[in-house]
């Protein structure tokens, strides 16, 4: 048998948020642990795949990206079909963006099933001379809205990714 085959837990993790704010970014770190300057946008990628071993267990994360779709500010209801939790992502430096975050909680609501999991970065966390979110709005956020926690986050500077998807994963394996 494939040793890559087996695992104890598979979670679907979709990642939304407003445009450009590094969600593809932050999917292609934490498949890779590398970081790439994007350009294009995301077409034709639907899920990465990557194994976390958490307290003992393995656990295989698939983690969607929307594909650029997220531009238009909805996304196709099967993109929420099954997920287990939902990263949104903002942009600290861009106000907008985060003033997004209730349209997106809401979208999942509406098309995901009851009581998803979400979590909520604020990425970019290396133009910290930009930012125009405090972090403590952001936590009041996620408070107002039930949210399991928010991180900030850099793809650029490798800062606390893998930390969300070991938080995700531990939460996930507390709740199945
Ligand atoms: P998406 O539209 O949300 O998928 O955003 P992308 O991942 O395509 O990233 C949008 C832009 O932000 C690209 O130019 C990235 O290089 C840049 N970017 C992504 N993450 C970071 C980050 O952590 N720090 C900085 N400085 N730029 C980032
Ligand atoms: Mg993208």
Not at 16 to 27: L, M, R
Not at 127 to 133: C, E, P
Not at 138 to 143: D, G, N, S, V
Request: aromatic residues 10%; hydrophobic residues 40%.
């Amino acid at each position: 048998r494939a040793p890559d085959e087996t695992f104890d837990y598979l979670f679907k993790i979709i990642l939304i948020g407003d445009s450009n704010v590094g969600k593809t970014c932050v999917v292609q770190h934490f498949k890779s642990g590398i970081y790439t300057d994007t350009q294009q946008n995301t077409i034709g990628v639907d899920f990465m795949v990557r194994s976390l071993e958490v307290d003992g267990k393995k656990v295989k994360m698939q983690v969607w990206d929307t594909a650029g779709q997220e531009r238009f500010r909805t996304i196709t209801q099967s993109y929420y079909r099954s997920a287990n939790a939902a990263i949104i992502a903002y942009d600290l430096t861009r106000r907008s963006t985060f003033e997004s975050v209730p349209h997106w909680i809401h979208e999942i609501e509406k098309y995901g099933a009851a009581n998803l999991v979400i979590m909520l970065i604020g990425n970019k966390a290396d133009l910290w001379d930009k930012r125009h979110v405090l972090f403590e709005d952001a936590c009041t956020l996620a408070e107002k809205y039930g949210l399991l926690a928010v991180l900030e986050t850099s793809a650029k500077e490798s800062k606390n990714i893998d930390e969300v998807f070991m938080l995700m994963a531990r939460e996930l394996i507390a709740r199945n």
